[in-house]
């Protein structure tokens, strides 16, 4: 069956522009996670969301960033005014149940941002 | 989170079984170990999680010490598909709907 989809697979902006990301989850999938990966590190947390409700947003490195899900399905990851530091990969995550479980997590192939 | 070390590196010859060490000392009760590995250019692919008993799927064992402290991922006949950064993670009971704690993990190469 279908998998997380992200799109763009990747993205060139120039420093100070606005980036949005989109993440399909796995359909039914009632848990959406976004994560940050900087070259030669592990995923970073960024935000969760269960259903169309952000529970955690602690990952977020700054008020730039801001993520929706306004349907409970598709999820987009927002950034304002690009800057170098935010070159990274960029996943989503999905998964069946929510908290008080011990369920999967799907990611999908990222978005490799690249800010110039 | 407990933190969780892992060796950066390590190499296994093909048909082997690569046994993967992790340490988390500082894991509490009601978290578990959870496996996944990132192939490169992809997205992390979840292996294998247990709380105390030892565990085995299609893709890998993994064993936990009795203690708590420890833990091995051991893929039974790697082969060269399995080369990828392996990541060690101790969750939260909620591991599916909570955020993981990636760290570093062990890069695996597996030579023919």
């Known amino acids: 069956g279908a998998g997380v989809s992200q799109s763009p697979r990747y993205k060139v902006a120039k420093r100070g522009q606005d980036v949005a990301l989109r993440c399909d989850p796995i359909s039914g999938h009632v848990s959406l996670f976004w994560y940050q990966q900087a070259l030669g590190q592990g995923p970073e947390f960024l935000t969760y969301f269960q259903n169309e409700a952000q529970l955690d947003k602690s990952g977020l490195p700054s008020d730039r960033f801001f993520a929706e899900r306004p349907e409970g399905s598709v999820s987009t990851l927002k950034i304002q005014r690009t800057q170098q530091e935010d070159s990274a990969v960029y996943l989503c995550a999905s998964s069946l149940r929510t908290s008080g479980n011990t369920d999967t997590q799907y990611f999908g192939p990222g978005t490799r941002l690249t800010v110039l | 989170d407990a933190k969780t070390t892992q060796p950066t590196s390590m190499d296994c010859a093909e048909g082997r079984a690569a046994n993967l060490p992790c340490n988390h000392s500082?894991?509490?009760?009601?978290?578990?170990v959870y496996w996944y590995r990132q192939i490169h250019s992809q997205g992390p692919q979840y292996i294998i999680h247990?709380?105390?008993n030892n565990e085995t799927n299609e893709m890998a064992s993994l064993i936990i010490t009795e203690d708590r402290k420890s833990s091995t991922l051991i893929l039974p006949h790697a082969t060269l598909r399995d080369t990828a950064v392996y990541y060690c993670i101790a969750g939260p009971s909620g591991g599916g709907a909570d955020g993981l704690t990636f760290g570093k993990g062990t890069h695996l190469i597996i030579q023919p």
């Open positions: 500082t894991i509490s009760g009601n978290e578990y």
């Open positions: 247990g709380l105390k």
